[in-house]
């Protein structure tokens, strides 16, 4: 079974620092694309950032452009996401992604994704 396995979430001051971890078993998150989505009460899922495994090619939505930074750790089959000067718009249930039907694409919509995790709150006051 894969199992996908978010952490970090908490709440913080706007301007304050998240570090997100998304831990994977039953997949190598390394041969495919990783997302990130976030869901705020009554709004759709909605794509934050992705890397491709293979190349570390990343995209980023443009609300988190220069303070939201996504990593991985192939040893560890984890992906980070690093989230500075956050703002209450950031509030949300971080969810992590994989295995998008794409053809490789990352940058895709929510409904393309096989595999997700169970999410980590984050609220930004």
């Known amino acids: 079974d894969v199992q996908l396995v978010e952490s970090g979430g908490d709440s913080v001051q706007a301007g304050g620092t998240l570090r997100l971890s998304c831990a994977a078993s039953g997949y190598t998150l390394r041969i495919n694309c990783v997302g990130w989505f976030r869901q705020a009460p009554g709004k759709e899922r909605e794509g934050v950032v992705f890397?491709?495994?293979?190349?570390?090619?990343?995209a980023y939505a443009d609300s988190v452009k220069g303070r939201f930074t996504i990593s991985e750790d192939n040893g560890k089959n984890t992906v980070y996401l690093q989230m500075n000067s956050l703002k209450p718009g950031d509030t949300g249930m971080y969810y992590c992604?994989?295995?998008?039907?794409?053809?490789?694409?990352?940058?895709?919509?929510?409904?393309?994704?096989?595999?997700w995790g169970q999410g980590t709150q984050v609220t930004v006051s």
């Open positions: 890397i491709h495994g293979g190349g570390g090619v990343t």
């Open positions: 992604a994989a295995d998008p039907n794409s053809g490789g694409y990352c940058y895709t919509p929510a409904y393309e994704w096989n595999y």
